[in-house]
């Protein structure tokens, strides 16, 4: 099924125009002979997993500052995927022999470390950072041993199971974490859905439903949440949209059929000069079903901001 896979701009004058919201069409990022996921951007810093050459599914995290040359992440010996920037902290997962953990790196003096109080013997995996929040999963996916989408405050300790899940048929899978709200996926006996999460009152919500798989969410620092809609199988009708923190749901790109995305990165890009409308953009690891290739395209969303 589809969700339990590991997964031209507007001118100035042309955003005054914009009445409510509008999404450009994809653009390609990261399109080389190897496969590309795991998007992961803020700022001028990106990063992301590359496989390695003859090993499609084996891959190594890379991190690059605007034009310069990409930096290898992980450490020799190890294999792992990108997870989230906040400033000039990447937080990715390293797996080493059969361990996974969570580890930190500093895109400035290229230092690796771990954060306290986070790794363990189980699978650490798909973290994201925003603030003192680290937002990760902790659990392998399709053993039936406990699952957790799991929000941890990096100054205090505190730490926050926003789901768990003991299934061999199930899947949990954290998305991303901004500003003051998270996002993550549950899949149980065919039904995958994308929930919502507010730090502050914690509240959840769940993404409305239309009888399809949702998967593969991020989430803005005000709560716009982008996500995949599709069939049950790769590549049938697959939609990126979004839903604001009002509820209002739209498509944004409609995959040519054959065609889908495992997962997605939304981070604000500045407009210049300042003014009444926002621009997110939101990357993807776009799939090819039939042959299983990956690469990295971009979307950018604009809205018109709520008056103050």
């Known amino acids: 099924m589809n969700a339990l896979r590991a997964v031209g701009l507007f001118a100035v004058a042309g955003l005054l125009t914009v009445t409510a919201s509008a999404a450009t069409a994809p653009v390609p990022v990261k399109t080389s002979p190897r496969n590309e996921t795991t998007p992961a951007a803020s700022g001028d810093y990106f990063a992301w997993a590359k496989s390695r050459r003859g090993q499609p599914h084996t891959l190594d995290v890379y991190a690059q500052l605007g034009t310069e040359a990409p ?3 992980n450490a020799r010996r190890t294999y792992g995927w990108a997870g989230g920037i906040d400033g000039t902290r990447l937080a990715y997962q390293e797996v080493s022999k059969r361990n996974s953990n969570i580890r930190f790196f500093d895109l400035t003096t290229h230092r690796r470390n771990s954060p306290q109080g986070v790794n363990t013997k189980r699978w650490e995996w798909r973290p994201t950072i925003s603030g003192d929040w680290l937002l990760f999963d902790r659990g392998v996916v399709f053993s039936g041993s406990k699952q957790q989408v799991i929000l941890r405050n990096l100054v205090t300790g505190e730490q926050r199971v926003l789901d768990s899940l003991r299934s061999k048929h199930g899947l949990l899978q954290a998305g991303q974490v901004n500003g003051d709200f998270a996002v993550w996926m549950k899949c149980v006996s065919g039904t995958c859905t994308v929930f919502r999460y507010e730090t502050t009152n914690q509240v959840t919500t769940p993404m409305p ?26 590549g049938a009708a697959a939609e990126l949209v ?17 065609q889908d995305f495992g997962l997605t990165y939304a981070t604000p890009v500045a407009i210049k000069p300042p003014g009444e409308i926002s621009m997110t953009r939101i990357y993807f690891d776009r799939t090819v079903c039939s042959t299983e290739r990956s690469d990295i395209y971009s979307i950018d969303d604009f809205d018109r901001l709520p008056p103050r």
């Open 71 to 73: 930096v290898k992440v």
């Open 209 to 234: 439903t239309t009888g399809q798989v949702q998967y593969g969410p991020s989430v803005t620092a005000t709560g716009t949440t982008y996500y995949g809609r599709s069939g049950s199988e790769c």
């Open 242 to 258: 979004k839903t604001t923190i009002y509820g209002a749901t739209e498509v944004l790109y409609s995959f040519p059929a054959g």
